[in-house]
Structures are given as structure tokens and as C-alpha cells.
């Protein structure tokens, strides 16, 4: 008896789910004859009430999955926006590289056309004095190599005491002359040698300014290719959730025409159940109540070179100087220093007196510095988990500098050590040993 109510509940429920699903498909002359046909069609259509339950599971199964698609779309677009926002932000950031870049170009060449400048007048100069030396040389051989004759002549000749003194005088003179002249070219020639050692100290400095300039471009550069390789990726994972998205909405109506469908079978049994109680001599109508629900749906949504170690502990060379095969995603395959592999927060020191010319963040080196020791020679320290020093600061040969660690593009803590002499790197184990 329990079972067949339960059927006839299911009989009602079905009923009017067929009436909101149907709508105007439905009509109900009389509502105590049409829940009268239920009741009685309900023991009949077991197999269609399983399978309108079967596809109501699917279909909600179905809404359930397009929901956590929307919610991954969701995430998606939030993320692509992130990373849009980034690239923009590193694009601003290459434009004042780039201006910077172009800055320091002009100063260099600046610089340059100084020096050009002093190297000219250095050569007028040295050629001046060199002028100058043959003439006193020419003087000194006609009055000593020649004999003393000629300047006795000359003292001899004269007419008068005060003639044969101007005589003297004129030769003192003469010599005098010669003395201070050659005297003031070396002293010019003396300061147009330290300005120029002092431009070409300048021109170092801005090359220096240029390479680190050029690398934090290159990282960058790189960064801003990484970026936009993962916003095609999430361009991809969002085109492919949509296209899901679209798919479940198909596979959503479908399951949705499919339980109208059985709706539609279910109507067509209480038809035909219907049609069998009239031609039946029984065929009374039991008494019953229409009964509607409302539901509303939810939903939740130190070497020679004057260099020492730059570890305060010898620590493991992990990658030497040159050609290598990249470590990971955007290392180079040309290692421009050394890797030593130490503990994060080893002590890193200057392996040279020199000024620090750069103490700062790169996505590529991490926390790096870049100390200009004198001569065309810097060293690189990178990948720090800490800076201990600033742009602009005289440092000491041993000074601690940073505590390395593993920032950047790095695969486990170490320390990036490079040297760069006179216009290009070189290797480190030239300079420094452990």
C-alpha cells in the first residue's frame, strides 16, 4: 500500500512537473478527474518515472559540471586580466629602459667626442713641444756643439759695454723662453692626460650603466615573453571553457527535451489509462485534491689580481663559465659567470675594493649587485636573498654586500658570480679562487 502511494505522489509531482514544463500543453478540464487518471495510470509507468528520474539526475549533473566550468572560466579571465595588467606595467617598464638605454648612449657618445676632443689636442700639444724641443735643440748645438766662437763673436762684436749686455740678456732671454714654453706644454699636456683619464673613467661607468641597463631590459624582454606565453595559455583555457560551456549547454537542452519528452509519454499513459476507465463499467472517478507546490530554483556561485673569494665559505662551483644547456625556463645557454651553491643566507662579500653601481631587483638575477672596481672591471653578484649595500656606495675588499639565497630564475639557492673586463665577460676563475 506504501509503494502505491509513493507512486501516486510521484504520479502528482510528475503531473504537474509535465504542467510547468509543458505549459499550455497541458489542460485540466476537471482537477479531481485528472489527479483520478494519475492515480490510476501511476502503477502503469514505473519505467518511465525511472527513466524521467534517471535524466533529471543527468541533467543536474550536467548543470553541476557547467558550474564548475563557469567557475574555471571565472578564474581564467580573472588571471588573464592579472597578467594583462602585468605585461602593460612591463611594458611601461621597457619603455623607461628603453629611454633610459637611449639616454646613456647619448652620453657615451658625449663622452666619446670629449675624448676624441682631448686626444686632439694632446697630439697638438705633444706636437708643440716636440717643435719646440728641436728648436731648443738647434739653439744648444750652435752654442756648444759648434764651439763657444760664435757666442764670443757675438759678445765680441759689440760696440758698446751696454750693447754686448743686451746681447747677454737676449740669450738669456732666448733660453728663458724655451724653458718656459717646453715647461707650460708638459703642463698642459699633463692635464689634458688626467681629464682624459678622467672621461674615460666616466665612459666606463656609463658603459657599466648601459650593460646593466641592456640586462634588465633582457630580463624584461623575457619576462614580458613569459607573460604573454601564459596569457595564451589562458586565452586557450578560456576558449576551450567556453566551448565546454557551449557543449553542456547543448547537452543541458537535450537532457531537458528528453525529460519533456518522457513528460510527454507520461501524458500519453494517463491518456490512454484514461480512455481505459471510461470503456471500464467501473470506471467511477475517485474523489481527490489538486495540490500545487511552488519551488524556486537556487544556485551558489684573494687572487693576484687583487680579488678573493666572494663566499665567506668556499661552498661548490654547480655551473662554470661558458656554453651550457639552459638549467631551466628562461636561463641562457651561455653562462656568463659561475654558479657556486651555498646555504640561502651565506654571507656574500666584495671581492674587490670598488663603488656599487647597481644594488637592486631584476626578475632574471633576483637580488643582485654590481661593484665597479677600477680599470674597466666589474663583478656581478646574484640571485641574493638580501642586499646589505646601496647604488652609489664605496665597499672594501671582504665587505659583506647580500646573504645569498634563490631569487630570480634560479633552481635552488646559489650564488651567480661574474666578472666583467674591459667590455665582455670573462671567466671568474681568472680573477678569484677558492
Not at 219 to 226: E, T
Not at 270 to 290: L, M, V
Not at 316 to 332: D, E, L, Y
Amino acid at each position: 500500500m506504501r509503494k502505491r502511494n509513493k507512486w501516486i505522489a510521484a504520479g502528482v509531482g510528475l503531473w504537474l512537473t509535465g504542467a510547468v514544463c509543458i505549459g499550455s500543453g497541458v489542460f485540466l478540464d476537471n482537477p479531481s478527474s485528472a489527479l483520478t487518471r494519475v492515480v490510476q495510470a501511476a502503477t502503469q509507468s514505473e519505467t518511465t518515472q525511472g527513466q524521467i528520474d534517471a535524466a533529471n539526475k543527468k541533467r543536474e549533473q550536467l548543470e553541476k559540471e557547467r558550474t564548475e566550468l563557469k567557475k574555471t572560466l571565472s578564474s581564467s579571465e580573472s588571471k588573464k586580466d592579472n597578467i594583462l595588467q602585468y605585461i602593460t606595467t612591463l611594458d611601461k617598464k621597457m619603455d623607461t629602459l628603453t629611454d633610459k638605454v637611449k639616454s646613456n648612449e647619448e652620453q657615451i657618445q658625449l663622452v666619446q667626442s670629449t675624448i676624441d676632443e682631448l686626444l686632439l689636442q694632446e697630439a697638438q700639444v705633444t706636437a708643440k713641444m716636440s717643435s719646440q724641443y728641436e728648436t731648443m735643440k738647434e739653439r744648444i748645438k750652435y752654442m756648444y756643439e759648434d764651439g763657444t766662437s760664435g757666442y764670443l763673436e757675438l759678445l765680441a762684436g759689440s760696440s758698446s759695454l751696454s750693447e754686448m749686455y743686451n746681447h747677454l740678456e737676449y740669450i738669456s732671454k732666448i733660453s728663458e723662453y724655451d724653458q718656459k714654453m717646453y715647461g707650460e706644454y708638459e703642463s698642459t699636456k699633463q692635464k689634458l692626460t688626467k681629464t682624459k683619464k678622467n672621461k674615460q673613467a666616466k665612459k666606463d661607468e656609463l658603459v657599466a650603466t648601459k650593460e646593466t641597463l641592456s640586462f634588465e631590459k633582457q630580463s624584461v624582454k623575457q619576462l614580458i615573453s613569459k607573460k604573454k606565453g601564459q596569457l595564451t595559455k589562458y586565452n586557450n583555457l578560456i576558449a576551450d571553457s567556453e566551448s565546454s560551456i557551449s557543449t553542456y549547454d547543448v547537452k543541458i537542452a537535450a537532457q531537458e527535451n528528453q525529460v519533456e519528452n518522457l513528460l510527454a509519454q507520461k501524458r500519453r499513459e494517463i491518456a490512454a489509462e484514461e480512455a481505459a476507465q471510461k470503456s471500464s463499467p467501473s470506471g467511477n472517478s475517485p474523489n481527490g485534491t489538486d495540490t500545487t507546490t511552488s519551488q524556486t530554483p537556487s544556485s551558489n556561485a684573494v687572487s693576484t689580481s687583487g680579488f678573493i673569494w666572494p663566499l665567506a665559505t668556499a661552498g661548490r662551483i654547480s655551473c662554470g663559465f661558458g656554453p651550457r644547456t639552459a638549467p631551466t625556463a628562461g636561463a641562457s645557454t651561455y653562462h656568463k659567470g659561475i654558479d657556486i651553491a651555498t646555504p640561502t643566507g651565506t654571507i656574500v662579500r666584495a671581492a674587490k675594493a670598488g663603488t656599487v653601481v647597481t644594488a637592486t631587483y631584476s626578475a632574471s638575477a633576483g637580488n643582485f649587485v654590481a661593484i665597479y672596481h677600477g680599470d674597466g672591471v666589474y663583478t656581478y653578484y646574484m640571485h641574493n636573498s638580501s642586499l646589505r649595500v646601496s647604488a652609489g656606495e664605496k665597499v672594501t675588499r671582504g665587505q659583506t654586500i647580500a646573504l645569498s639565497g634563490s631569487t630570480g630564475i634560479s633552481t635552488g639557492p646559489h650564488l651567480h658570480f661574474a666578472v666583467y673586463a674591459h667590455g665582455s665577460y670573462v671567466n671568474p676563475l681568472n680573477y678569484v679562487s677558492r
